[in-house]
C-alpha cells in the first residue's frame, strides 16, 4: 500500500527554488535514505513532507496517516540539548500535535510515552535531566518522543550528527529494528552514504532534482553511487 504519493514537486522560499520537480513513491514499511550533497534541497522537500512548508507546484498525498500523525526527529541545536526537562517530560511531548486542544495529558498518552521509553531501552533515565544525558543518550529519547507521534512514519534528519561510532552503529540499530520488526516507514536524510545503502531498501538522491530513486541494489550500480562513495565514474 502507498504511503505516501510525492508527484512533480517544487519548492522554494524568496524567490529560491530549493526542489525541483521530485517525483517518488513510498510503500508501508519502505525505508528511505534521502542523499545529496549539501544545499541540495533534502531539509527543504522534508519540511514539504510535514506540512511545514507548500510547494510550489505539485502534490505530496498521504494514504491512511495524517501529517500530525509523523514522528519527527530533527537535526539538534545548542537550545534543544539544553532543554530542561526530564526524560519522561521530553517524550511524552511528542503526544502534542496528535493531542489537539485537550488541556492535560491522558492517561493512554503517559502509558504510551512508557511503552516508547521502554522500547528504546532507556528506563533507567526516565527521571534524569535530559541536559544531562550524553548525545546518544539524548538522541534515544528524541526518537522514543518522535515514535509517540506516530505508529506509521518517522522522518530522520541527519540522526547520528555528532555520535561517535559507537553510539552511531546503536542509533541505526534500532531505527533499523523499528523498521523491520514494526513496520514504521522510515524517511532518513543522511550525509553517511555507506550507512544509507547497508540500511535504506530504496535511495533518493538529490541535486534539487532527482538525481535517482529507486532501489538501493540499483542505484549502487550507479556512477553518482560510486562517486559519492569515493570511487570512479565511468568514462
Do not use: W
Request: aromatic share 6%.
Amino acid at each position: 500500500m502507498k504511503l505516501i504519493h510525492c508527484k512533480n514537486v517544487t519548492m522554494g522560499y524568496d524567490g529560491h527554488i530549493a526542489v525541483n520537480n521530485i517525483s517518488f513513491d513510498l510503500e508501508q514499511g519502505d525505508y528511505l535514505c534521502i542523499v545529496g550533497e549539501n544545499g541540495t534541497g533534502k531539509s527543504t522537500l522534508m519540511k514539504g513532507i510535514l506540512g511545514l512548508l507548500k510547494p510550489i507546484s505539485g502534490q505530496i498525498a498521504f494514504n491512511d496517516i495524517k501529517q500530525n500523525e509523523i514522528g519527527y526527529l530533527p537535526q539538534q541545536t545548542i537550545v534543544q540539548k539544553d532543554f530542561p526537562a526530564n526524560v519522561f517530560e521530553v517524550v511524552l511531548s511528542g503526544c502534542l500535535n496528535r493531542r489537539g486542544f485537550l488541556p492535560f495529558y491522558s492517561k493512554k498518552e503517559k502509558a504510551r510515552a512508557r511503552e516508547n521509553i521502554a522500547k528504546l531501552g532507556i528506563n533507567e533515565l526516565k527521571k534524569k535531566s535530559y541536559r544531562d544525558l550524553s548525545g546518544g543518550q539524548q538522541q534515544r529519547v528524541l526518537l522514543a518522543r518522535a515514535l509517540c507521534a506516530t505508529e506509521k512514519l518517522l522522518l530522520l534528519d541527519e540522526p547520528v550528527t555528532g555520535l561517535d561510532p559507537v553510539m552511531t552503529k546503536e542509533l541505526y540499530a534500532l531505527i533499523s529494528k523499528l523498521n523491520k520488526e514494526l513496520g514504521i516507514t522510515v524517511i532518513m536524510i543522511s550525509h553517511d552514504i555507506n550507512s544509507a545503502v547497508q540500511y535504506g531498501n530504496k535511495i533518493l538522491h538529490m541535486n534539487i532534482k532527482t538525481g535517482f530513486f529507486g532501489l538501493t541494489k540499483e542505484y549502487l550500480a550507479t556512477d553518482i553511487c560510486r562517486r559519492m562513495m569515493g570511487g570512479v565514474e565511468n568514462a
